[in-house]
């Protein structure tokens, strides 16, 4: 708790420090790439009859939204004054930027990774030992990315004085959720403009996935004072609902307490945290962030879910039409907005978050493919 | 509650510090769990009792383990409940338990309190809960006259220490190490002057746990002014060592730690 509280402490120092905010603004500029494109796709567009535009968080440093949230929390913990970040990681994304963001900054990197999400994204297990970091494989519970939190608090809890926890997700207890929403919310920033620019006005439909949910909360979070931007968070439906195979928390879950935080989350009757599943890593975890519950029972945002079936044949589909991979916690997204699309009269306008490519999710895609 | 004051009292005018063993309830099995408790009883001062978690954050692998292994064999919070209260006919020893949050939030929190004390507990320490968000559980803590555990350690300044002593009852849990559970060789040198420093500021008992495996660290816990051991893991890892629990060898090694 006195370490939460230095962060929230130090935090509000680093917002209101002129020279790290715009130390911050150059890197996003030179070392992420930002603005990022909003990017009109027209053969989609053309295939669901409206208006798609994709937000390409895929083109940011390191292949998605995480850089965002890794490169201004590791400002923040240099500005504490710690040498030695950890992080926990699910698909690999939040890892791979948290490696690069530490070896650009000469900070110590350990990060905490599931033994299940190790095998999955292979390819970020390489990225991240080539950019310096140290790779802990979890084998406690599920093995996946609430394992690897649970093992990042633990190092946390034990090297506190010299080691921030760069947390990758809007999840935690406070202040985390806040610093990581506040970092990723360039993402709503840019679009608003850009889709001022393109359209000359508001979109009608935002749709991103949601696994502790900051590719999204990062998008909706500049349009959620404009009442006509209906906003959509897409879950992961692993192999359905009824399977019990999934992580639709909105669905499975209930309010319960995990990793510091209340919101709603998978458990059994006694409050035991239930084992998720989905075929992307990033998606795969029984709580989400207090936000989102919060604007799920605002009815701000609508929740729903796609199989793994359906987001693996929206991966192929942007693939053909677009030439662009996305990784396959996007396709969730892109895969409820090509059936959301049919229910629709023509040419809404709709924004969908392409948080991440999917280089990482090749091999899987493979096995997926094959069954 | 009484149970555990009379007990550090008594302690105190021998001279003697609590043992105070802690084992994961249903761990192995509710039967042998039932067995080792009842064993222990008969040697130990305080018997704390952990409900088995799926992502106890506080602990380290060995209790982690042997909390899934409680979990696979069908405990459940019912069931841990049923475990005391059997327990509980046999021995008047003080029985304090371990619960992260989420249990006791989702069986309700009157409902939790009101079962544990019918069960028999003194006591109930939620790791997983600062004192920030205390209050609601350290009022049903109240009405239902279960003492009320705190966790601190070395890093626990001054300024939280004040708030914490408001809300502590029992006695005060301080780790020996900043971290998690499970055997070291050592008692750090930090712990110990801020356990004397400790010993200045209130008239709880002290019971120091995490990390505790062998005499040395008792006794040098001692001379600093430790009330109390709390030994976990390095018992766990004791019962994991055979296929068959050597419930004697267990009673020599908790006398051993304190002779």
């Known amino acids: ?371 | 509650m009484n149970r555990i004051k009379t007990t550090f009292e008594n302690l105190k005018k021998n001279k003697k510090l609590a043992l105070m063993p802690f084992l994961v309830a249903g761990f192995p099995n509710f039967g042998q769990s039932l067995k080792l408790l009842k064993t222990l009883a008969t040697e130990a001062d305080l018997l704390e009792i952990g409900f088995p978690y799926s992502d106890p954050l506080a602990d380290g692998p060995v209790i982690q383990r042997a909390d899934q292994v409680a979990l696979r064999a069908g405990s459940t919070t019912s069931k841990v409940f049923k475990l005391i209260k059997e327990l509980r006919r046999t021995t008047e020893i003080p029985i304090t338990v371990l619960v992260y949050a989420n249990l006791v939030y989702q069986r309700g929190v009157e409902k939790f309190y009101h079962d544990a004390k019918v069960a028999g507990v003194d006591g109930i320490l939620i790791p997983d809960v600062p004192f920030e968000e205390m209050n609601i559980f350290f009022q049903v803590a109240q009405k239902n006259d279960v003492a009320n555990i705190c966790l601190i350690a070395t890093t626990t300044n001054t300024t939280r220490l004040k708030q914490i002593f408001k809300f502590a009852q029992g006695y005060l849990y301080l780790t020996s190490v900043v971290g998690i559970t499970g055997a070291r060789k050592d008692i750090p040198q930090k712990t110990l002057s801020y356990l004397k420093q400790l010993k200045k500021q209130t008239k709880l008992p002290i019971a120091v746990g995490f990390g505790i495996a062998n005499k040395a660290q008792v006794k040098k816990l001692k001379v600093s002014g430790a009330d109390g051991v709390i030994v976990g893991s390095s018992l766990i890892k004791l019962i994991n060592k055979s296929s068959k629990i050597d419930f004697r060898y267990l009673l020599k090694f908790l006398r051993r730690l304190n002779s």
């Open chain 1, 1 to 371: 708790m006195p370490s939460l509280l230095e962060l929230e402490h130090a935090y509000k120092k680093f917002q209101n420090n002129k020279s790290i905010q715009v130390e911050l603004k150059t890197l996003q500029r030179n070392f992420i790439g930002r603005p990022t494109s909003l990017y009109f796709a027209k053969q989609l567009s053309v295939f669901a009859g409206q208006k798609i535009y994709l937000k390409r968080e895929d083109l940011a440093h390191t292949g998605a939204h995480k850089i965002n949230n890794a490169l201004g929390q590791a400002l923040l913990a240099k500005f504490m004054g710690k040498s030695r970040i950890i992080a926990e990681t699910g698909a690999g994304q939040h890892g791979v930027a948290t490696a690069a963001v530490c070896a650009k900054l000469g900070l110590e990197c350990t990060i905490y990774m599931g033994e299940v999400d190790i095998q999955r994204q292979q390819p970020n297990v390489v990225r991240m030992r080539l950019l310096g970091a140290k790779v802990v494989s979890v084998s406690s519970g599920s093995k996946t990315l609430k394992d690897a939190i649970n093992e990042a608090i633990r190092d946390w809890i034990s090297n506190v004085e010299t080691t921030h926890y760069l947390l990758g997700s809007v999840l935690g207890p406070h202040p985390y959720p806040t610093i990581v929403r506040n970092f990723q919310k360039v993402i709503g920033q840019e679009a608003r403009n850009q889709i001022l620019a393109a359209e000359g006005k508001l979109p009608d439909y935002l749709i991103a996935c949601v696994g502790g949910g900051s590719n999204s909360i990062g998008l909706f979070h500049k349009f959620l004072n404009d009442p006509q931007v209906k906003m959509i968070g897409v879950e992961a439906g692993g192999l359905g609902i009824k399977s019990g195979k999934h992580a639709v928390r909105f669905s499975g879950g209930r309010e319960g307490i995990l990793h510091g935080t209340k919101s709603f989350v998978l458990q059994d009757t006694d409050g035991q945290i239930t084992e998720t599943h989905s075929i992307s890593a990033g998606l795969d975890y029984p709580s989400i962030g207090p936000e989102h519950s919060y604007l799920h029972q605002l009815k701000r945002v609508r929740y729903v879910s796609v199989t793994d079936k359906e987001a693996l044949s929206a991966f192929q589909l942007l693939s053909k039409k677009e030439g662009i991979i996305p990784a396959l916690e996007s396709a969730h997204a892109v895969a409820y907005a090509l059936k959301f699309a049919k229910k629709l009269l023509k040419n809404k306008i709709i924004i969908i978050n392409l948080s991440g490519r999917g280089d990482k999710d090749l091999p899987e895609m493979e096995k997926g493919l094959k069954s």
